[in-house]
């Protein structure tokens, strides 16, 4: 799934199509991963590794409150990676909710 399959489209006040924004928490779960980074790491190589695709990196950003201005992660970083199935089911939920 990609990343704005589920955004709202709406339209500003200029009559222009714009995606709406989507702000949302991922619930923890029993089957998310943890880890230590041992080193600067980046969010999309990260994303890669437990996903497969470098473009879900915002997944591991948003349960872990990073990558705001920036996708490199200090070493010594604790992180939850949540799984991926969980997320897209909680994002298309929470996008048909709003």
Known sequence: MGRYNTTNIIRNKFDKQIASTTII???????????????????DKLAHTFYGDVSEWYKIATANGLGKGTLWVPAETVLRIPQVTNIDEYITKYNKNR
């Open 25 to 43: 928490s991922i619930p923890f779960d029993s089957n998310d991963i943890y880890i230590r980074t041992t080193s600067l790491e980046r969010l």
